[in-house]
């Protein structure tokens, strides 16, 4: 199985897409993640990316669907995966078209995850990651369960995005509307679309992913 998860900044694409991981034994390829791992390693593309990813805007197609076929390629051909953030679009959903047909891969879920603008503002502002092992957490929706130490590897590390201010996520949410939310009806031509509510916590979110999937 290959699906996209479709959503503005915020949606819970990352969050959900780790849910999926695990339940479904899938592969969750985020070119966002991907990004941020080069930028860190300041790679060629890490260098290039750096600074409209501050700014919130988009790095280029070919970076990206570079990005993303070579993953693919590391990846077992029986392996399901999940692009979370990828394409954002036109180009990029028809560069995805053939990626996966020359991998002899077919889509079979687009699910949107829609959700209330302004919601989305408090969710990211409010969303940091443990240091270590990249669990992420939230200033009020997602607390780790003792104080200041990451549920899942026990490090007192954490880190916030660069990106996740104010201001470059209303260019982050102006980037979405403007250039990703209209490959939408690529794939409503071909029949492939559900639509998710994310406004209802973690768990319904997740419910309601596994029901289109199951
Ligand atoms: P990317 O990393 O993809 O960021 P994004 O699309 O802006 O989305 P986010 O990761 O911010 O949100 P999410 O939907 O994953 O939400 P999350 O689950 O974390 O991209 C970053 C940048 O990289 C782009 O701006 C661009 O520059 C570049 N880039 C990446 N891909 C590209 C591409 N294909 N083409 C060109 N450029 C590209 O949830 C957010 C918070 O809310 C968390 O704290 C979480 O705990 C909490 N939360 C989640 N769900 C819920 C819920 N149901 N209720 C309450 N809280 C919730
Ligand atoms: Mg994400």
Redesign the pocket.
């Known amino acids: 199985m290959n699906i996209i998860l479709l959503?503005p900044?915020?949606?819970?694409?990352?969050?959900q897409a780790g849910l999926l991981e695990d339940k479904f034994d899938m592969v969750q390829l985020?070119?966002?993640?991907m990004?941020r791992a080069a930028v860190k390693a300041q790679t060629e593309v890490g260098k290039k990316a750096k600074a409209?990813?501050d700014a919130?805007?988009?790095?280029s197609d070919a970076i990206?669907s570079g990005i993303i076929g070579d993953r693919l390629d590391e990846l077992g051909p029986d392996k399901g995966v999940i692009f979370?953030?990828?394409?954002?679009t036109a180009a990029?959903a028809h560069a995805l078209d053939e990626i996966l047909s020359e991998r002899g891969r077919k889509l079979d879920h687009v699910i949107e995850i829609a959700v209330d603008e302004d919601a989305l503002v408090d969710?990211?502002t409010?969303?940091y990651t443990c240091a270590n092992c990249n669990a992420?957490?939230?200033d009020r929706?997602?607390k780790p369960s003792t104080e200041g130490v990451c549920d899942v590897c026990g490090s007192t590390e954490f880190k916030r995005r660069p990106?996740d201010n104010e201001d470059t996520v209303r260019t982050?949410m102006t980037e979405y509307r403007g250039k990703t939310a209209p490959i939408l009806p690529i794939y409503e031509e071909r029949n492939i679309v559900s639509r998710v509510d994310?406004m209802?916590?973690?768990e319904e979110?997740s419910d309601a992913l596994n029901a289109i999937l199951s």
Do not use: C, F, N, W
């Open positions: 959503g900044p915020g949606a819970g694409k990352g969050t985020s070119t966002g993640d990004l409209v990813m919130g805007e988009l790095v990206v979370d953030g990828y394409p954002r990029q969710r990211i409010g969303r992420g957490y939230h929706h997602k990106d982050r994310g209802g916590g973690i979110v």
